[in-house]
């Protein structure tokens, strides 16, 4: 870019729009958590991703709920206080812990999954049928690539 060219327009950026349309939908999930279940975000991205894949460790749980692992602590202490969630030791790792749903949890789960469904159904419905699979298959190849590059390394810079 020439010293004399103005930068693009932050809000042209593609990261700066998903982080924006991110936002716009974490607002109204947040208030739908809460009103519907009586729980925070994290705590229904906990129990979404530990009703889909445990067993897992709080470790695991940070990673699938795209969570760090303090917030999915917390937020798996407080469902295995509310007795939505197990907490038991691991087989395989002395110190640590593994999570599956309770009896009491499995319904709220399927609860929790069905307004899942419903907020991607609101917010993917301009798009035709074809468009969201085109999108699908796009943000996977995005993840897959975001995945493959080593943690905490940069973009390449000119």
């Not at 798996?76 to 309770?102: F, I, N, P, Y």
């Amino acid at each position: 870019m020439a010293a004399d060219t103005p930068p693009p327009a932050l809000q042209d950026f593609l990261t700066w729009r998903l982080h924006r349309l991110a936002k716009l939908t974490d607002r109204q999930s947040i208030d739908a958590y809460a009103n519907v279940f009586g729980l925070g975000v994290g705590e229904a991205r906990c129990l979404a991703a530990i009703g889909q894949f445990a067993p897992l460790s709080v470790k695991d749980l940070a990673a699938q709920a795209n969570l760090d692992k303090a917030q999915a602590s917390r937020a798996a202490q407080m469902l295995v206080e509310r007795d939505l969630v197990l907490k038991s030791a691991s087989e395989t790792d002395a110190r640590g812990v593994v999570l599956r749903l309770t009896r009491t949890g499995r319904p709220l789960w399927k609860r929790v999954m069905q307004l899942i469904e419903r907020r991607n159904a609101d917010i993917f419905g301009c798009l035709s049928e074809a468009e969201q699979r085109q999108l699908e298959a796009m943000l996977d190849r995005l993840i897959a690539h975001a995945h493959a590059r080593p943690e905490g390394s940069s973009p390449a810079t000119p």
